[in-house]
């Protein structure tokens, strides 16, 4: 099992930066598959983006392609999203998830996830 704990939220201004991090412990995270997923108020939790356990292939959200970026590292056990160009409608609390894929994973998907952070907050001011 891995224990998820995200960091790095907080308040900011449209078009600035923030770069959350998610500390794993128990296993090591580069034996699983991790994402990022966020909830808006009012709003269903949805994909952002991911990384395959190998790290030879990343997912992004259409809405954050090209603004954000997924990295992670090993020798920390911490997974980051960097977010630039942060937007107004970026706004919610954000989850890193972590999952031991099969060939039907597709990696956009929540259910597919077996452990979650407890999430972090986003604010981007206008």
């Known amino acids: 099992q891995v224990q998820l704990v995200e960091s790095g939220g907080g308040l900011v201004q449209a078009g600035g930066s923030l770069r959350l991090s998610c500390a794993a412990s128990?296993?090591?995270?580069?034996?699983?598959?991790v994402g990022w997923f966020r909830q808006a108020p009012g709003k269903e939790r949805e994909f952002v983006t991911a990384v395959t356990w190998r790290g030879d292939r990343t997912y992004y959200a259409d809405s954050v392609k090209g603004r954000f970026t997924i990295s992670r590292d090993s020798a920390k056990n911490t997974l980051y999203l960097q977010m630039n160009s942060l937007k107004p409608e970026d706004t919610a609390k954000y989850y890193c998830a972590a999952t031991s894929p099969n060939y039907r994973t597709t990696y956009y998907r929540q259910d597919e996830y077996d452990y979650w952070g407890q999430g972090t907050q986003v604010t981007v001011s206008s």
């Open positions: 128990g296993r090591a995270v580069s034996s699983y598959a």
